[in-house]
């Protein structure tokens, strides 16, 4: 794996993680997402050169609550952040920010962050783009081309999602056992509603539907690292790999659909069926 693709693997990997510890500090999408994508652009500069950080996801947080407190700072006309108050982007990677993040906060971070995304007051088709825009982090254009809209068409879904989110005043306290409960199922049945708009589709849409299948598997895996005994996020995660395990056998050469019995089962991957 070239550096490059490594650093974008781990920003991947740690968005979620990261996004909800700065929507829980912040308390506004716009801005945790604004300060996610400053550590983003500081990592990129950063880590070519210094190394990879010890935990990437802390590293993230925390160059981006700095630059977060800034921003909000300079639009409130206060001055900046005092240096001895930050956390440098310029750590290396022995620095001890892995040891200041509050691991306690982990779960409930991400769960908050994948509940607000598919929160009630939403259509389905606004859950599915701003989760896929908040904790993916697929751009609006992979999304519109997924979705077969326009561009300006998913941007506008994007931000009136948002704004319904800001305007329901969705809570950000760390839920309890029962709520915790009811939120779970709330996000996989998201997650499979993200699956549904990949799977659900004709062999000419196929190709740029497949990455929504791709991220509900990604989203699913998620959630089992986080719940690994949840009888519900189990099956979810089986079923959303059984069913795209079968993917390049679904259609024939002419694009039509093939029947479970008659699909050539040598296409199938063994490597997704083992793990569901």
Not at 29 to 50: M, S, V, Y
């Amino acid at each position: 794996m070239t550096e490059m693709a490594w650093i974008s693997s781990a920003i991947s990997a740690a968005r979620p993680q990261a996004m909800g510890a700065l929507l829980r500090y912040f308390r506004d999408l716009d801005t945790a997402e604004e300060a996610f994508q400053d550590a983003c652009l500081r990592a990129l500069k950063n880590w070519p050169q210094n190394g990879p950080p010890r935990d990437p996801a802390a590293w993230l947080i925390f160059v981006g609550r700095n630059s977060g407190i800034d921003a909000v700072r300079k639009r409130a006309k206060q001055a900046p952040m005092p240096e001895e108050d930050q956390v440098s982007d310029l750590e290396d990677a022995e620095s001890d920010i892995a040891e200041r993040l509050d691991g306690a906060h982990y779960r409930d971070d991400i769960l908050r962050l994948l509940f607000i995304c598919c929160h009630p007051d939403l259509p389905a088709t606004q859950q599915i783009a701003v989760a896929l825009r908040i904790v993916s982090g697929l751009t609006v254009k992979q999304i519109a081309r997924a979705f077969l809209v326009g561009e300006s068409a998913m941007e506008q879904r994007i931000t009136r999602a948002k704004a319904r989110i800001a305007d329901a005043g969705v809570p950000f306290e760390t839920p309890g056992a029962v709520e915790r409960s009811e939120r779970l199922a709330a996000v996989a049945a998201m997650v499979y509603l993200v699956f549904n708009e990949g799977y659900s589709t004709n062999s000419g849409e196929a190709p740029a539907r497949a990455p929504l299948c791709e991220e509900a598997i990604r989203l699913a895996r998620l959630l089992l690292r986080l719940f690994q005994t949840e009888p519900e996020i189990m099956g979810l995660t089986a079923l959303l790999l059984l069913q795209h395990a079968r993917a390049p056998a679904r259609f024939d050469e002419s694009g039509e659909i093939v029947l479970l019995e008659d699909q050539d089962r040598s296409l199938w991957s063994r490597k997704m069926i083992d793990e569901g």
